[in-house]
Every structure is written in C-alpha cells, then in structure tokens.
C-alpha cells in the first residue's frame, strides 16, 4: 500500500521546486529539516524512500524527481523533471519568446562545441544572428542581462567567461536535447560502463555536452571531466577506453568546466576536432 503524501513530503517538493535543482548535501540537510519539522522519524539511509513516496505521488502528473551529476566537478544534484514536456517553450512563463530563441541559439552554440562549453563574446555575438536570421532584436546588454537570470535559475552555468548548460537544464531538458540533437549529443563510454544507476531516485547522466573527446579520428569516444579523472587516475600512459589509442588530454585536478587548477590545459582539451553543423532552424 502507498504511503499518504505527508506534511513533510510536501514541503520537501516544493523547497525542490522552488529552488531549481539542490546539491545532494543539500537535500539531504533538506530532508532532516522537513522530518524535525513534522515529528517525522529520521533515518538517514531511508533519503531514497522518501524521495521514491514522493515520485509516487507525483507521477501521475508526468513529474518525477531525479538526481544527476554536475558536468563540471561531479557533485550530485536533484532535480524535479517535467517527464513529458519536451519543447523548451516550457520556459516561457519566465522568458519572452525573443529570449528562447536566443537560448535555443545558446544551446546549439554549447552543443556543437567538442568541448561543452561556448565563450561569453560568442554567445552575445548570437544576437546578430539573431536578427539576421528571425528579424529579432535584442541588445547585448539585453543578452547579458538574459545569460544572467539563466544563470540565477539554474539553467546555464557561468565560469570565467565561458558558458555551460547546468545540470538542471540537462535533466529538465532531456527530451528537447535528445530530440533536437538527435546527432550530436554523445553519451559518456565510461558512466555507460560504470556509472549508470537506473531507479527512479538515482538517474546518473548519459547524454552530456562537456567533457573529453579521444582525438583519434576513427573514434567517437567522449567522457566527462570527472569520468575522465578518476578512470586515469593511477594510470601512468592514459588511453582511450574505447580504441586504446593515448588520451592527450590533462586528467589531473580538473575542476569547474574541466580546466586544470594545478597545471596549465593542453591545446588538444580546448580545439576539439571540429565538425561543420547544418542549422537546425
């Protein structure tokens, strides 16, 4: 028999809800939060019980929460996914219709990137081909101000003048990214191997846009930063997991968008192999 959506279910959801996504230790300091709140017993281990209640109930209404990894430094995230919505105009009750289009162009911008991420001067460049393309105009300053508030809601990630698509724009976007990008979005070789986690509550992500491309020719072998790092940790002639060829990227000490903090990135990690992308609108 289903467990009753409770008190401390419901201020679980929305506290999710509200914020976007939540780190896991932030959810679980959430979670301890709601259960003292409402008397509710505490059992650190039941966290996955709770979350899978909660699912439950909000099922039938094609939500579901689920829990996916930065791309940046490997830190766990959760996230309440629409499951059925698959255009991103499901953003519109936050943006203007200008706004999207100019995020649809962000996307294709950081999906045709090797490496995931698109510099700042290039996204705010979009908007002449904004206008060139669809006759809409939108300033730079106005760009800016838009790249702002994605960043503030947790749909982009921004670091040191480059731009990235956030774990919740992953996970709340799954089916617009799969859709559209049918060709373009790889999945990482190692999380397929090791990685994966298939329940309802654990959702480790396949399809990603940073990360390692293996610079063979021949092979279209793509891990995360921090796949990457601790597949090649304690290997001292790294090679490609998939075609054995040498990995020529920097794997040590990768932090946030995958440059290196203790040692200077390699040109091969920033000038990927480069593919010339038809235009998808």
Known sequence: MATAMTDAHRMFLQSIMTHGALKAREVKALYKKCCETFRRPLEHDNLGKFVNEINHHVGPFSMMIQKGVSEEDGVQYYALVNMMESDITRLASDYTETELEFFKKVLDL??????????????????????????????KKEAEDVIRRMVRDRWLNEHQGEISLSVRGILELKPYLTDHYKEDIRQCC???????????VSYLLKIFCQGQ???????EAKMHYFCANRYFRDKDQPRCPRCKAEWDHMVINQGANGHSQTEETPASQTQGRKRKVPSRH
């Open 110 to 139: 950081i999906v045709d990137s090797d490496t995931g991420v698109a510099s700042s001067t290039d996204v705010l460049n979009l908007t002449d081909q904004l206008y060139e393309e669809q006759n809409r105009k939108m300033r």
């Open 190 to 200: 190692l999380c397929e191997q090791i990685a994966l986690k298939s329940s309802a």
């Open 213 to 219: 491309l293996c610079q063979s020719d021949s092979c």
